[in-house]
């Protein structure tokens, strides 16, 4: 099975500082598109994200949920399924495994849903996000921004917006 992964904040969505409620979710342009693109393409889909908000007292593992709920509801009015989201809510001092560039949750994914890391990409805004592509050998994007370019040279690809990626896929 092919797949993209998808950070959440700052990659699919507007990344607010520590977003709080669902009222807050705002896609990024050409989310909706490139999502229905890729599923055309028979890649499943899949994020993966830190939100280590629940440690920090900005809000409940509930609220993740909620989140999550309305953000998967608001996909699927637009004919977009999302298979999976896998989120970390650790503190980044507990060092845990699932967190990125932890590879907890790809290593869940590559077995629960065989897929093949070498037809799969990892799409996100952070150096974590590449790490962890990396480190299991997926292709990577970077969506570029004012403040990530120092490690641009970690991805496969680097891109102004999810527009881009119409133009690897058709490369």
């Not at 969505?13 to 807050?24: C, D, E, F, R």
């Not at 393409?41 to 409940?60: A, D, E, H, V």
């Not at 962890?132 to 102004?160: H, M, W």
């Amino acid at each position: 099975m092919k797949a993209f992964l998808f950070d959440r904040d700052g990659t699919l969505i507007v990344n607010k500082h520590y977003l709080s409620t669902p009222m807050g979710i705002r896609f990024l342009p050409c989310a909706f598109d490139t999502l229905r693109f890729l599923l055309s393409k028979g890649y499943r889909l899949f994020i993966i994200t830190n939100q280590s908000g629940t440690k920090r007292g900005y809000y409940s593992r509930n609220r993740i949920e909620e989140i999550h709920r309305e953000l998967l509801m608001r996909l699927k009015t637009e004919k977009i399924h999302i298979s999976e989201i896998f989120y970390c809510d650790h503190h980044p001092n507990e060092h845990c495994n699932c967190r990125k560039p932890g590879s907890y949750f790809l290593k869940v994914l590559l077995r629960k849903y065989e897929m093949e890391p070498s037809n799969s990409y990892f799409v996100g805004d952070r150096r974590e996000d590449l790490e962890l592509g990396k480190k299991l050998g997926l292709k990577t994007i970077l969506i570029k921004t004012p403040i990530n370019q120092e490690f641009s040279y970690l991805a496969d690809y680097v891109i102004d917006n999810l527009c881009d990626i119409f133009k690897i896929l058709n490369e």
